[in-house]
Structures are given as structure tokens and as C-alpha cells.
């Protein structure tokens, strides 16, 4: 896996004219950069997700991976460039987890060659990575939230992406998967970009935060600069409060509703 550069330019969109439920943004990520994106219920952080993934066709601007405009490359080789691991679950509730993580092998397929062998080394070392192995043969219909959650971040793994989009990836994780996941996901060697409820995990995970608001950027920085009182409290509308966590002297944020 090697990681790309993502560089945003202006984008926006609307599902029609007189709507636009996200405006113009623009950053750029170098490879190998970590990018939390929060925001409020409904401030257009999906929205923005499913431009970067191409489900959405921005209304404006480009999207330029390693330099190239991603709605100029084919839906095939985007999807060997791009991975996302999102809220909504596949309904393929019968195949088993193996056959669901080998899925993330379908955009790499050549019809010339045979590399299945390859195919098999890389899924497994998926499974292995989301300790999902003793779950391998089990139908996905009968795994828990968490579980199905680690399986589509294995078949996201197995695709093998320079940028890896994550919808709130820790969904349905207790907190010692949660851990493991961005833990797993801080080590790949390729760009991320990745929705957070969690202010303070995504302060601690992310290299770069971007904070939307009702469909705006409203900052865009570094953890340290952005996930200040002054913009949570005018993202999320509530009172927060910086602390300092000993003995760590780590940042961490609490709220309250407004008095
Ligand atoms: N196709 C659509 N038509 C109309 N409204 C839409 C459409 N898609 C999204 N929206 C609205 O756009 C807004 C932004 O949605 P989006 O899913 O991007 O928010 P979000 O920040 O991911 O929210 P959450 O934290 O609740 O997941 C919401 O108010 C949503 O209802």
C-alpha cells in the first residue's frame, strides 16, 4: 500500500438547483496524512465523504488525487485508488466474512492474469489484521455490529487504497476495538480522511481536523488550532471547556449545554 495526495478544490454540492447542502471547501493532504472531519449532526460530513469517495459528483471544483482528477479515471480505477468503509452494511447477509473482505480484491481483478494466490495472501493478512479469523467462515447475517463493522474495515484493508474514507469508523465498537481500529488505521501507510463524533479521540488521531457547520468549512488545521472552545462551541452549540489531563498534560475537551 503507498499513500496519495488529495487535494480538494472548491468543491460543493446540492441534490438540485436551489439546494446546496455543502459549499465550496478546499485543503490538501499530503500522503500519509490523517484528516478528521467533525461537525454537528447533519453540518455535511457524509456529504463531503461521498464526494471524496465518488458516490457524489461534485456540483463544483475538483478532487485531484496524486494530481489526477478523480472523475477522470474510470469507477474501476478509482476503486483501486480509493476505499471507504461506511455506515450503511452490505445486505450480502449469506456470504460468509472471508467472501465479503475478498470483495475489496474485485477492483484489482485482470482478466489476463490469475492472481489469486496474491488475493488469498492479502485477505487473509485483512482478516488477520481485524482479528477476524476465527470468524472467517461464519455467514455476515450472523455477526454482531462490531464484528460486521471490523469486517468491512478488513474488506476496505484488502483493497488495498492510497486514501481510506471512514464514516465514523468506531460505530459499534466498544472501546477496546475502538482503540485497536484508529490505532490500526494511524499505522497504514496511506492518506486518510475519516468522519469523528469523538473531539477529543479525533484531536488525538488525526494529523488535520476540518470543522463543518450547517454545509460550511468553518476551520481547517491542525487538532491544536481547530478543536478550540471557540469553534466547537459554534459547531455544536454547546459550552466546552479545555482542560489539561494529568498526569498526561494532554488536551481534552468537556461540555455543556449553554446556560
Ligand atoms: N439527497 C439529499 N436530499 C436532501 N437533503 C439531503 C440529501 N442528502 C443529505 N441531505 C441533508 O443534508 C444535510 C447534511 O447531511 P450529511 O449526511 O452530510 O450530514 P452529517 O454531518 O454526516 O450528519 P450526521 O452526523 O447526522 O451523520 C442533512 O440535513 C441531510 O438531511
Known amino acids: 500500500m503507498t499513500a ?3 487535494k480538494i478544490r472548491e468543491i460543493s454540492w446540492g441534490p438540485s438547483k436551489g439546494l446546496t447542502l455543502l459549499h465550496p471547501v478546499s485543503f490538501e493532504l499530503v500522503p500519509g496524512d490523517c484528516l478528521g472531519v467533525v461537525g454537528a449532526n447533519g453540518a455535511g460530513k457524509s456529504t463531503l465523504l461521498r464526494l471524496i469517495y465518488r458516490y457524489l459528483k461534485p456540483r463544483t471544483g475538483q478532487i485531484l488525487l496524486d494530481e489526477q482528477d478523480l472523475w477522470r479515471l474510470s469507477a474501476r480505477q478509482a476503486a483501486q485508488k480509493v476505499a471507504a468503509v461506511l455506515q450503511e452494511q452490505p445486505t450480502d447477509f449469506a456470504l460468509t466474512v472471508r467472501e465479503i473482505v475478498a470483495l475489496g480484491r474485485r477492483p484489482h481483478a485482470s482478466g489476463f492474469s490469475s492472481p489469486a494466490g496474491r488475493d488469498q495472501v492479502i485477505v487473509t493478512k485483512a482478516l488477520a489484521d481485524m482479528q477476524l479469523q476465527g470468524l472467517q467462515n461464519r455467514r455476515f447475517g450472523t455477526l454482531s455490529g462490531g464484528e460486521r463493522q471490523r469486517a468491512m ?3 476496505a484493508l ?10 465514523e469508523p468506531t460505530n459499534h465498537l466498544d472501546i477496546r476495538h475502538q482503540l485497536e481500529i484508529l490505532e490500526l488505521v494511524r499505522g497504514l501507510p496511506v492518506t486518510v480522511v475519516t468522519s469523528l ?4 479521540m479525533a484531536a488525538s ?8 457547520a450547517g454545509g460550511y ?3 481547517f488545521g ?5 478543536i478550540t472552545p471557540e469553534h466547537v462551541d459554534a459547531a455544536f452549540a454547546v459550552q466546552s471547556r479545555l482542560e489539561l489531563l494529568q498526569p498526561s498534560g494532554q488536551p ?3 461540555f455543556s449545554l449553554p446556560s
Do not use: F, G, I
Open 205 to 212: 488521531l488525526c494529523d488535520t481536523v476540518l470543522v463543518l
Open 217 to 219: 468549512p468553518l476551520a
Open 153 to 155: 474495515v478488513a474488506r
Open 197 to 200: 463524533h469523538d473531539l477529543n
Open 4 to 6: 496519495a495526495s488529495l
Open 158 to 167: 484488502a483493497q488495498e487504497p492510497k486514501l481510506l474514507v471512514l464514516d
Open 222 to 226: 491542525p487538532p491544536s488550532q481547530v
Open 252 to 254: 481534552h475537551l468537556t
